[in-house]
Structure formats: C-alpha cells, structure tokens
C-alpha cells in the first residue's frame, strides 16, 4: 500500500536555525516578535505599488549587509543573511564536499529575471533570473560542495525542501544539510496576486469569520540537518516524517476537499511512526483566505478525530504575511521553539470565531504548553501539499 | 531494500517525436540556430485553453511514456504514482509572459499561477488524476538524475509504487537572454519534454558525485543537443532503444556532475 512504510526512516536532527523576518531579523528577534504580536506589515517602500489595489506587506527594511561583495541579488542576500544567523548558533563542522544546500521557493530570483527582460539585458542578471541560483549563492558563501538543490512545490516549498533534506542525509549523500526556504516580495509577484484579487486591504485573521483574504511578505529561514545517530546531542528537535502529494484538482486554489492534504498528513505521520493520538498542536498554513482555512480545518477534524478540539491550532502568517517559500520553514522552526520554551504563539488577527472554522486557534494571547509533537502543513499553487511531523527537544 | 527497473521513456524534442527523430549530430543538424524550437502539442479539450506550452509539452511527454510501457491512464492513477518534475529553465516562457501582459494591462487572474514551475506538473497531475508523492525541482541535467535517485529511493521505502521523473525545457521565448551566454555557443538549445516511468524491479540505485560525465550522457548531447534537465531522460531512451544498460546515465549542472551508481 502506497504511504506505509516498511520501516520507517529514521529520524533527522534539526540542530538550529537561521531566520531574517518582516518581524525580526534573527531567530531571536523572530520568535519574540511571534509571542508580542509583533506587526511587520507596512507600506511597501522598495518598489512601486501606485498601481495595484494593495500596497502592503512584510516588507524587510533593512536586510543585513551580506559578506559575500557583489551580492546584489535580493533573494540571495536574504539567504545569506539567514546563513549568517545560522552560523552565529552552530558551526558547519564537516567536510565540506559532505555538507549539502536545500533550499525551496515559489519565485527564485525572478525580480533579476524582471530586470533582464525590462531594463538592458545583461548576462548576469539572465543568469540570476534562474530560479535555482539564489541557492548556489548560499552554497557558494557556505563554501558547501555537496548537493544543491532547489524545490519548487509553489508556498509548500519550504516544507519539501526540509523534507528532501532529510532524505539526503538518510541516503548518505550528506553530513550535514542546511535547509529551508525564502522568498522576496517584489513587483512581480506584487501584480500577480493582486491579479488574482487574493489580497485583502484589511488585516490578516486566519480563522476568524471576517477573514478576507492575505497579504504577502518576505523572509528566509534555514535549518542546519543531521543524521540523528551522528548529531550532537545539543539540538532543536527532529524531523520525525514528511510528505508531500498533489491535489490533482485545479492549477491554482485547493481541493475544497482536502483530500490531497489529508493524505499527506497521513503520510508525514506513517513516515513518523506516530498515530494522530501523538500529535500535541498543529501549525496550519492558514493564510486567512476563505477557501483554505475551510478546507484546513476540515482535514484536521478528519485526521485527528475526537481530539480536533482539544490540539491547539495556529497561523503565524497575520504578522509576517504570507513568505511564500519561506512560511513552511519559518512555521517549522517555530514549532521547535514552542516545545523548548514551553509557549505556543498565538494566531494573530484572530478574533471572532467562524461556524466552519471551529477549532481551538490560540486566540488572543501565547499559550503556555509545551508541544512535544507537532504537525505543520502548507499548500500551493499546482495542487501542492506538504505535511512535517516535527519532535521538540524539550530542555 | 527493493530495487527499480525502467518501463518507460517518452520523449518529445524539437526534432520531433521519439529518439528516432533525433539527428546524428545536433550542432550540425542545427544550421547555425540557437534554438530548436519544439512544435506545440495539440491536446484537444476546454481544460487546456490557458495551459502553457511547456505544460502541454510535459502532458505529451507523460502520454508518450504510458505508450511505451503499453499502460493506461487507469493504471497510473490515485496515490500510488509519484510525480518527480525537474526543469532549469522552461518557467522563463511564463514568467516573461506575465511581465509583458502586466506591463500592458492584460493580465488575466489565472496568468499568474502558471508563472509558478509547479504549474508544469500540476497539468500533468490533473490531467491523469495523480495524487502520490509530488515535488518540482530546479535545475538542469544533475537535479534529474538527483530526481531519479528520490525515485528509486520512494518506491524502495514503499512510498509509491510507481514514478514519473519528467524533465520540461522550453528556450524560443527566452531566447534574447539565453544568447547573452557565450558557453552556450555552438551548442544548440533544443526545446523537450522528456519522462521515465520507474517502477519496482531488481536494480538497486542511488546517486554519487562524480568527475566525468558517462559516454551514454555524451551521446544524447551529441544527438540532440542541449536540453538541460531532459538530457539523463533522453539518454536513458536512447539506451533502450538501443537495449543498452540505461544506468550509466550521468548529469551535470553548475559545475557538479551526478551519476545513478549500483547501491
């Protein structure tokens, strides 16, 4: 039977993690930001939004001045900057033909790819516009030579990408992987959606009755991976299973459903050799659109039964917006910070609650709990789904 | 750990349909153009009418593998089958054309999400009701061969029963910028769709960095010029057709070169 392991894999360590958020730029910063209700949406101010019917977003102000010179790439600035903060919490000690880079996004370096076809063409900005070189930028200022790959699975990116990362370490092709996810908010992806009339002039309420859809942000998140049996014992917690499935439905809006979610979780679980009884609190990828947080919902009353109502639920998209290939990391890194510090963030922009989202959403305030396993999902365009079942390492 | 074996190829270039269709030497064949463009398929029906090229392209290819292995659309559906899509470039078409249509004022609602390099799959998810195991990766031959080594990897943890690794390239839109690169020159970008059906079997597989490039890689290169991401596909139809050991397929890309070695 597809999805039922006959051993399950063993589990992967999440050592630490690297973040540059709309709401702080480091872990530290992010995860306070996360327990104060902290807002980092804002004008947008580095493009222009005269044209669009929405302006706002979790614009990074100021991103950290990358050590790599020449670096002019945005997306890759983002990523070494995350690098950076990676790298002041944990040493890369291995070889380096043994540390691998891999990293998703929705939109790789497309603001480069704008330019080259709007401004002079230059070789450098075509080059750039290739979605995948943002992570060779990473992997070069890591001076990482092993595997590097990019995964585009849409907003679910950065949930497959740790996913993929995993693998790599179970198949030996790595000792150490750093891993997650970024994307920019720029023009392009600005009028995109704006197109798509998904974006809402008002603020963001995952879950709450009067939610009217999302607005978009910026950031990147990586995590440093190994093998559990060769990892120090010092570490955030583990991967204990993922998986990622397609919907099979429509090109850009979710299964109304669920189906494909739902058998992604079931995955991730199975994977993780965890029944639903396990799971201590979920992190939605609850972007505040109707559709999804209905469809969400739904799955986890069917996945978790009886106990739905009593697993706490959030979104932590309503002070970041939503970071596209960055949200399913960021969201994973979260999880493990709850389990270490015993606090569950609160789901921001929740407020009145909604007849068919009727789940215990952590309103108003953080939580004290202390999650031991969690279960992260996200969705995207294409019909991708991705489900992680993480384990904290409790102090 | 159970193995894989090969049940079928499909592969569509801008030199037509199949390995048959390729020449003897691509940079000769080409007379000179940067691109051979590869000729849109026609697929009949109202869900296409805003699928990209590079979608139908990878619709085709998929189509083209399940006549090879003499399967139908019944056989690969549901949770059991893993789709594994790899492309460098073939977004670039998508992307260019919403930059273009925004700038004019044009841009439809659903222009956008076919931007997004998951859009190539998802038609090809839809289209024949996949819903197992799903990924999208970006970047050129070495990623495919990763793509094939996750492949084998998911049958064997009894993830899926089944996988299509399939490789999408589309250059003619994009041409002005790819010619920006003189390591190009010479070579010819030749637009394809490329998919392998992979499924339980007795060779156990997985990936290894490695120096060189095999010749098997080299010939496909050889017969039908740069294709990026669908090159190891192309190679492993040239090897069946040709009943020679499709394994030996190597990748490379930005400078690291993979190859599928016996585990």
New interface residues.
Partial sequence: MPGVCPLPPEPVAILAAGVVTPIGGDLDQFWTGLLTGADGISAIERFSVSDLKVGRGGEIKKVPAPDERGLRCRASRLLCAAAADLRARAPLAADPARIGVVVGTALGGVEELEEAITETPTLSAAAAGLYDSPAHALARSLRARGPVLTVSTACASGATALGLAADLLRAGRADLVVAGGYDVLCRFVMRGFDALRSLTRERIRPFDRRRSGLLLGEAAALVLMARDADAPRWRLGRLLGHASTSDATHIAAPDPEGRGLEHAIRLALAQADRDVGAVDFVSAHGTGTALNDRVETAVFKRVLGPRATAVPVNSIKAGMGHTMGAAATLEAIMCLLAARHGVIPHTLGFEEPDLDCDLDYVPHTPRVARPRVSLSTSLGFGGCNAALVLEGSVP | MSGVRLAGVGVITGWGRGVEALPPDAPVAAGGRAVVAATTPQLGGDRFR?ATRECLLAVAAVQATLDDAVLTRAAVSG??TA?LCVT??A??SS??A???A??AGS?????????????I???V??E????????????GAA?TI?AL??AA?LIA?????RALVLAVETFAE?A???A??RRLLGRPLTEAAACALVVAGDRRL??R?VDGGSELAARARRRAGETLACGPLVALALARAAGDDPWTVTGRW?G?T?ALVDA
């Fill in positions: 805003r949770p059991g789709l460098a470039a977004y670039g992307n260019r919403f930059i273009e925004a700038d841009a439809g609602a659903l222009h956008f999400p076919y931007t997004a390099p998951s859009a799959p998802a038609e998810t839809i024949y009701g996949l819903r197992g195991p799903y990924v999208t990766l970006i970047g990623v990763e080594g996750w990897r943890d009894g993830a899926c029963e994009c002005d910028l790819f920006r690169d997985e990936v960095a930005r690291r993979a």
